[in-house]
């Protein structure tokens, strides 16, 4: 069974930092891009951070630009997500996803990714 399983979420104040991680397991995704999405109660999922299968490449969403780093260990068989300077409006579930399909990934389109993880809860209070 192929699984994505994120892990590292939690309750943080303002300004604080935590490490998301996402271990892949059934399957292996070390030649595939990985992602990070979010999606907080009412909005749509929204793109995070991409990363090539090698690392050499990285993408990210506009509101996290500078704050946040996405990295991988293909060896460990995992992907990272670095947030720092974490805001309130970053609370969200943090999802990890890989796109095994050819497509944009680097635009962060949600359809370049064809493999889920179920979330981490991130809330960031004031």
Known sequence: QVQLVESGGGLVQAGASLRLSCAASGRSFSSDPMGWFRQAPGKEREFVAAI???????????????????????????????????????????????????GPWYRGSVDAFDYWGQGTQVTVSS
Do not use: E, P
């Not at 996290?64 to 260990?73: A, C, E, L, N, P």
């Not at 460990?76 to 399909?101: E, F």
């Open 52 to 102: 090539s299968w090698r690392g050499g490449n990285t993408a990210y969403g506009d509101s996290v630009k500078g704050r946040f780093t996405i990295s991988r260990d293909n060896a460990k068989s995992t992907v990272y997500l670095q947030m720092n300077n974490l805001k309130v409006q970053d609370t969200a579930v943090y999802h990890c996803a890989a796109a095994t399909r050819i």
